[in-house]
């Protein structure tokens, strides 16, 4: 079965870039991997997805090796907004359906 | 214009009894899924229903059952409640195809005294 590993939480300052990596092994080799944000009391929103390499909409980036044991979301120039936990999200290997979900990372921003 | 919407928002119940969690989504999404958060914040998968199809966590009890009237709705029925069931849960969909894009609820708090 997949496993994810990321860091139970970390603090930055606004106007800081943010990075917050997921490991994965076991992944499945065709699925994206996917990262969530979650604010208190509400259900995970999606923020970014990708295959390899980079990728980078108005909100994100994220980096994913070529191994892809790993991958990197990227928050650029944060605000006091982007406190929430960060969730990465992967296929498992050896199922179609088996949904890995890391145990999320809290990141909490400082004035 | 709610996307995906869970009925009802706090549940609070005693041990033993039988209750029900509606979900219903409006993005004519093929799969749906149930998830059970902890007070660790922890996600865990419970079922994905697409196409008439249930994939079930084998860890969940059996007295968990989705129900599916139809592709846009997917309740929650749970038996015989016990304390360790507390917890958030969440109702979530996306479209078929790879992507992992779910949209998900607003949750449903459930609380067994």
């Known amino acids: 079965l997949a496993k994810t590993t990321q860091p139970i939480s970390m603090d930055s300052y606004e106007g800081q870039e943010v990075n917050i990596t997921c490991s994965h092994n076991?992944?499945?080799?065709?699925?994206?991997i996917t990262w969530y944000q979650q604010f208190p009391s509400q259900g995970p929103r999606f923020i970014i997805q990708?295959?390899?390499?980079?990728v980078t909409n108005e909100v994100a980036s994220l980096f994913i090796p070529a191994d892809r044991k790993s991958s990197t979301l990227s928050l650029p120039r944060v605000s006091l907004s982007d406190t929430a936990v960060y969730y990465c999200?992967?296929?498992?290997?050896?199922?179609?359906?088996?949904?890995?979900w890391g145990a999320g990372t809290k990141l909490i921003i400082k004035p | 214009d709610t996307a995906v919407s869970q009925t009802p928002k706090y549940l609070v119940t005693q041990m033993g009894n039988d209750k029900s969690i509606k979900c219903e989504q409006n993005?004519?999404?093929?799969?749906m899924y149930w998830y059970k958060q902890d007070s660790k914040k922890f996600l865990k998968i419970m079922f994905s229903?697409?196409?008439?199809?249930?994939?079930i966590n084998e860890t969940v009890p059996n007295r968990f059952s989705p129900k599916s009237p139809d592709k846009a709705h997917l309740n929650l029925h749970i038996n015989s409640l016990e304390l360790g069931d507390s917890a958030v849960y969440f109702c979530?969909?996306?479209?078929?195809?790879?992507?992992?894009?779910?949209?998900f609820g607003p949750g449903t708090r459930l609380t067994v005294t």
């Open positions: 979530a969909s996306r479209p078929s195809g790879p992507s992992y894009e779910q949209y």
């Open positions: 993005l004519g999404h093929d799969t």
């Open positions: 076991n992944i499945a080799t065709n699925d994206y």
């Open positions: 999200l992967v296929g498992d290997r050896g199922s179609n359906y088996q949904l890995i």
């Open positions: 990708g295959y390899k390499t980079k």
């Open positions: 229903y697409n196409n008439k199809e249930l994939i």
